[in-house]
């Protein structure tokens, strides 16, 4: 699930590239083809479409000040549980006898 969600993930980035379209432009533009407006207005798709996927990214709403406190609650979450952990793993209670 987590290899599928990243391969996603890696496709969107890519179909974000506006280079190549910036590249085909300026070489319509050299060659004075009458190209330019068809390549113009895939560059101008290919804007809109990132802005919409920016747009519904998670936590995009969030100001950088809410996700710094986020990011300190959870930080201090991860730091009392591994306290926790290190308190029972020191109790010894998970100490199975050894089969003879």
Not at 1 to 25: F, G, Y
Not at 49 to 67: N, W
Not at 77 to 99: E, G, I, R, W
Request: glycine share 0%.
């Amino acid at each position: 699930m987590m290899a599928v969600a990243q391969t996603k993930r890696e496709k969107d980035n890519e179909d974000c590239s506006v280079l190549p379209l910036v590249h085909a432009i300026i070489k319509c533009m050299d060659k004075d083809s009458q190209d330019v407006h068809q390549e113009l207005a895939k560059l101008k798709a290919k804007i809109q479409e990132a802005r919409e996927q920016i747009s519904t990214m998670h936590g995009i709403e969030t100001s950088p000040a809410e996700q710094q406190q986020q990011l300190a609650t959870l930080r201090e979450q991860v730091h009392t549980k591994n306290q926790l952990l290190q308190k029972y793993k020191s109790l010894c209670m998970f100490d199975v006898p050894k089969a003879s």
